[in-house]
Structure formats: structure tokens, C-alpha cells
């Protein structure tokens, strides 16, 4: 799923190194204290080679404290910190005068990096200046920006209050395209495709996730056997010529987190031998990371699907007593970060919070599945739901204690007979009234308002 970026991403430093954030300055003034005006483009390759980013920034200084005085405290900006891809290579930030600027990286875990550019010098009231920022996109296989031989996927932000964002597709290439953005238009050039985002006014905000793909060969990738409590798994994973590190890195994840998935949901995997996990598009997945399909027992995930992605879909192996979307997927959801922080994998996505998402509410009882995601409004209403079963989830682990509920979600597995149905919100929780737990204020809290 998509999500909008917000940072404010400006320090001001005075000389006596007094630090204020523009959210302080905000407050007293509806005018942008240094307002940043930009220009992105994103360029991808005609052949095998790097996704080149160049972007103008112009300053303009509006904060009257930042006034030049010949004696006594003064206040001045001197960096400007923004969003950044963490594989972005060979950076560059020059200064309008030609001066190379410094320039300090900072990871967040959150699908990008913290860039801080230094000045050079102090920028007072009134003053302007200009930067132009590049860096270039090769050869990752990072979750939110996937350059291979034959796929590329970015995700592009706005760097600066106002401005706009475009991305060239040479014709040459022979790149299938799909546009993911609520806002950006991918337009037919003379020279092959482009995507403009015209006139942005969302500071910092995510504009578009662009995918260009190839039309290649499958390959094929088996991995040994793993074993589980009644029976062996095997994993064929199917790529696309040219992924085999996307196919590796899928492998090795499951191999680690299948078991510890297997144990955190108390009961036996009873599937097929085989698990297959295709490589899909975004544009095949309709909005979502990854997909899995219990008759067919496939997995299918984008070619930027997260760790998360991957073990929360093999977690709906394990779906089988849940007959409620919010069951299914809290379950799957907590069960997977469980089996990464057991497996000691670093998350590649950080935990999405409630606050994130601008839907009012969504009781979970009212949460459906959906076909296809393809609204901003669906888009918001998914990660709120995905977020609110896993916190509930989380909830009931600490209330009741996992080892009771894996005998609860036990009592809803199907033994045959016509007498037991996945369960569903009134059932689950008249199981939890039966076990001894009084959850009701949890039900009125996320199930029910």
C-alpha cells in the first residue's frame, strides 16, 4: 500500500547554536519561513544502467527573525534535511555557485533516508538560493526502489513545499509501465512515456510509485525441504530472467520463518508439500504487495514486497479457523512479525500506527476484503484495517496469553464434521467468554465502534 510522506525536514541554527524546528515558527505565521520551491525528474535507463535523479531546489528565505544584524544573537538557516531513497548512489548537491555541499545520510526504516545538505553558508531574510541535488538508482533489490536488469521500481517524492515531479520512460526501452498515484498523469512523448506531477503543494509528499518492466523468460528456483511437524515443505519459487536475487532473498526468508510460523500458531501445517510463490507485477497484484491463494497454496509478491510481505503472506497458511477478514489478516499480520523478531531478521518496513491513516475510524467488524485496490480512499481504508486487527491481536496476546489463544483459534479448526465454522467476531469472542476472558471493552473498542 501506498502511504503519504510528511516532513518538515528544516533546521534553523542560530550562532549560539540555538535550534528551532518551522513547526515553533509555523504557529505564529502562515507564511513558509524558508520556503523551498523544486523540480524532480526521474530518468530511467533505455538499456541496462542506472535510474539518474537530478533535482533543483530554490530557496527563499521569508522568516523576518533570521534578519542580518551587524552585532548581537542572530539567527540564520544553514541545512535542509529531505527525503531520500535508501539505495540512492553517487550523490551529489551543488551549490548554485558551483560549491560542492556536504551532505550526511541517515537511516529511518520507514522506506527512505533522512538527506541533511549544508549550506556552505548562512541564508538571512530575503536571501535566496539554489541547489541542484543528483544521485542515481542501479543494481537493488531495496523493498520501496528495485533496479534490476529488466524492472525498475521507484517511488518518488516532492522535495520541497511547491514544485512538481516527472519521470522519463524512453520508448526504447520496451518497458511495460504502471503508474501507481492518486495526483501524477504518465503521458505518451515523442521519445517514448512520461510522468508529470504538475504543481504540487503537499510539502514533502509522496507523488508517485512508477514500475517498468521487461517482457523475459521465467525461471525456476527450488529450495531444499523444510521440515515441519508432519510433513515436508518445498518451495518453488518462480522469477523473472534477471531476479534471481529477488528469488534468493524470498527462499532464505521462508526457509527461517515457515517453522517459527508453524510454532507460533500452535498447530500442524496439513497443506500440500509444495508451496509455489510467484513473481508478479504491481499492476498484475492490484494494489497490493502480495497475495496468497489457499486452493491453489501460492504465494504471489511484487518485486519490491518487503520482508513483512513475504512472511505475512506465508502466514495465511495457517488462516484456516478464521472466517472474518479482520481475523485473517490481524492473525497473519502479528504471527509474521512474531516470526521475524524470533528469526532475529531485520524488518524492512517499519509498523504502521493508526495516526498514520486519515480514515476516522473503521470498526473491523465492518472490514471487507476487497478485489482490488484502487482508490486513495481503499488504499487508506486497507492499512487501517491491516493496522487495527494486528493492534487488537497484539492486544488479546497480552490480555489472554498466546498459549491459551492457540488452543482458542484450536477449537475453530475444521475436525470434519458440519459442527464447526471458521470463526467470525461474535463467535471468537463468545470462545473467549467460555475460556474465562472478559474482552468486551476490546470488542467495543476495535470490532464494533
Not at 482490488?372 to 487501517?384: A, C, K, R, V, W
Not at 491459551?404 to 470434519?416: M, P, Q, T, V, Y
Request: proline share 4%.
Amino acid at each position: 500500500m501506498s502511504k503519504t510522506l510528511q516532513w518538515s525536514g528544516i533546521l534553523l541554527i542560530a550562532a549560539i547554536a540555538i535550534i528551532l524546528m518551522p513547526s515553533q515558527m509555523l504557529a505564529q505565521s502562515d507564511v513558509e519561513p524558508l520556503l523551498i520551491e523544486s523540480k524532480v525528474h526521474y530518468a530511467l535507463p533505455d538499456e541496462e544502467g542506472p535510474v539518474e535523479i537530478t533535482a533543483n531546489l530554490h530557496f527563499v528565505n521569508q522568516d523576518p527573525k533570521t534578519r542580518k544584524k551587524s552585532n548581537g544573537r542572530m539567527l540564520f538557516y544553514n541545512s535542509i534535511r529531505v527525503p531520500i531513497s535508501p539505495a540512492a548512489k553517487n550523490i551529489k548537491a551543488i551549490r548554485g555557485n558551483g560549491k560542492k555541499l556536504r551532505t550526511n545520510r541517515k537511516a529511518t526504516n520507514k522506506g527512505f533516508d533522512i538527506l541533511t545538505i549544508n549550506f556552505g553558508r548562512r541564508l538571512h531574510y530575503k536571501q535566496e538560493m539554489n541547489i541542484d541535488l543528483s544521485y542515481k538508482l542501479e543494481g537493488i533489490t531495496q523493498p520501496h526502489d528495485y533496479v534490476s536488469a529488466n524492472t525498475v521500481l521507484l517511488t518518488a517524492y516532492l522535495l520541497g513545499d511547491v514544485g512538481t515531479v516527472s519521470a522519463s520512460i524512453p520508448e526504447s526501452a520496451n518497458y511495460d509501465v504502471d503508474l501507481s498515484s492518486y495526483h501524477c498523469r504518465l503521458l505518451e512523448e515523442p521519445s517514448g512515456m512520461g510522468v508529470w506531477c504538475p504543481d504540487m503543494t503537499d510539502p514533502f509528499a509522496y507523488a508517485f510509485t512508477l514500475e517498468a518492466v521487461k517482457s523475459v523468460a521465467s525461471e525456476v528456483l527450488t529450495s531444499k525441504p523444510i521440515s515441519l511437524q508432519e510433513k515436508e515443505l518445498t518451495l518453488t519459487i518462480v522469477y523473472r530472467e534477471g531476479e534471481r536475487e529477488w528469488a534468493q532473498k524470498v527462499a532464505a526468508t521462508l526457509r527461517k520463518t515457515i517453522p517459527l510460523l508453524e510454532k507460533i500458531n500452535g498447530f500442524p501445517y496439513t497443506g500440500p508439500g509444495k508451496l509455489t510463490i510467484v513473481q508478479k507485477s504491481q499492476q498484475e497484484l492490484v494494489g497490493y504487495g502480495g497475495r496468497y491463494f489457499d486452493d491453489e497454496n501460492k504465494i504471489t509478491l511484487t518485486y519490491g514486497a518487503t520482508r513483512n510481505t513475504i512472511v505475512h503472506e506465508a502466514a495465511h497458511m495457517w488462516s484456516s479457523p478464521y472466517g472474518q477478514r479482520w481475523l485473517v489478516e490481524g492473525w497473519a499480520e502479528w504471527s509474521a512479525r512474531e516470526a521475524i523478531r524470533r528469526a532475529k531478521l531485520k524488518p524492512e518496513e517499519a509498523r504502521s500506527k493508526l495516526s498514520d491513516y486519515e480514515t476516522e475510524d473503521l470498526p473491523l467488524d465492518d472490514w471487507i476484503w476487497l478485489r482490488e485496490i484502487d482508490t486513495e480512499s481503499e488504499d487508506d481504508l486497507t492499512g487501517f484495517g491491516y493496522t487495527k486487527s494486528a493492534k487488537l491481536i497484539n492486544q488479546l496476546v497480552k490480555k489472554v496469553g498466546l498459549k491459551k489463544l492457540k488452543k482458542i483459534n484450536r477449537s475453530f479448526l475444521d475436525d470434519g464434521s458440519d459442527s464447526v465454522e471458521p470463526a467470525d467476531s461474535e463467535s471468537y469472542l463468545q470462545a473467549l467468554r467460555d475460556a474465562g476472558f472478559k474482552v468486551e471493552k476490546l470488542w467495543k473498542d476495535f470490532v464494533y465502534h
